[in-house]
C-alpha cells in the first residue's frame, strides 16, 4: 500500500479505499459469475500464509474449477501457530478453519452441478465437512502421487503457485508482509477478478 501510494503520488487512506472499492466490485462480479456456472469437476486446498508475524498463522482455503481454473470461492482463516518463536501472548491458539471452510464449499456450491466431484488430499477434516455442506457432491481424495511427474492435484497446486508469484505478500521469501486480515481478504478478491477476468471500474 505504501509503495503504491508513493508510485501515484497520493495517501496511503486513498489506495486503501479503492483497493476496498475494487474487491467490492470484484465480490459482486463473482456472486453472478457463479449463478452462471455449472462445474463437473473441482479442487480444494489450503495455502498458509501470516499476518505480519510467521506465530500468528492463517490458511486461505480456495476452490477452483478444474477444466478453466476459475476460482470458486475462496476464505481466510486463523490457525494455531505450529512456531515456537514470538512473544507467547502473540501467537494465535483460536482455529477459524471449522467455520470458514463449510462457508467457502457452499459458496463453491453455488457454481456446481449436481452430482459433480470435489477433490482434495487426505486432509481428516475435509471429509466431514464436505458431507456437513455439499449432500450431493462426491468428495475424491487423492493421494500423493505415485508415478513421478504427475500430480493428481495439479490444478489447485497451479492457483497456489500463481497466486505466490502474483502477490508478493504471499511469497514465501519476501519483504512484503500482510498486516491485517481484511487487507489480505480484499487482496485475494483483486487476484480472483484477474484470474476469471472481471472487469473493474
Not at 470484484?26 to 495455502?47: I, Q
Not at 452430482?115 to 450431493?136: C, I, M, R
Not at 498486516?179 to 487476484?191: A, D, V, Y
Request: hydrophobic share 40%; with cysteine.
Amino acid at each position: 500500500m505504501r509503495r503504491m501510494a508513493e508510485v501515484l503520488g497520493c495517501s496511503q487512506s486513498t489506495v486503501e479505499r479503492k483497493v476496498a472499492h475494487l474487491a467490492a466490485q470484484a465480490k459482486a462480479h463473482h456472486t453472478k459469475h457463479l449463478t452462471t456456472l455449472s462445474t463437473r469437476y473441482a479442487m480444494f486446498d489450503e495455502l498458509e500464509t501470516f499476518i505480519h508475524a510467521r506465530w500468528k498463522q492463517v490458511s486461505v482455503s480456495v476452490v477452483v474449477r478444474v477444466k478453466t481454473g476459475e476460482v470458486l470461492a475462496f476464505g481466510v482463516a486463523r490457525k494455531p501457530s505450529s512456531m515456537r518463536q514470538g512473544i507467547e501472548g502473540n501467537r494465535w491458539v483460536i482455529n477459524d478453519r471449522p467455520q470458514v471452510i463449510p462457508r467457502v464449499l457452499s459458496e463453491a456450491a453455488i457454481g456446481m452441478k449436481a452430482g459433480a466431484t470435489l477433490a482434495s488430499d487426505g486432509d481428516a477434516n475435509y471429509g466431514k465437512w464436505v458431507a456437513q455442506t455439499l449432500p450431493g457432491i462426491t468428495h475424491a481424495k487423492l493421494r500423493s502421487p505415485t508415478v513421478p511427474d504427475y500430480d493428481p492435484l495439479f490444478a489447485i497446486n497451479l492457483a497456489f503457485a500463481k497466486m505466490r508469484n502474483d502477490l508478493a505478500r504471499l511469497g514465501r521469501k519476501t519483504w512484503t508482509t500482510t498486516k491485517t486480515l481484511k487487507g489480505l481478504e480484499n487482496h485475494l478478491w483483486l487476484w480472483v477478478a484477474w484470474t476469471n477476468d472481471y472487469q473493474l471500474r
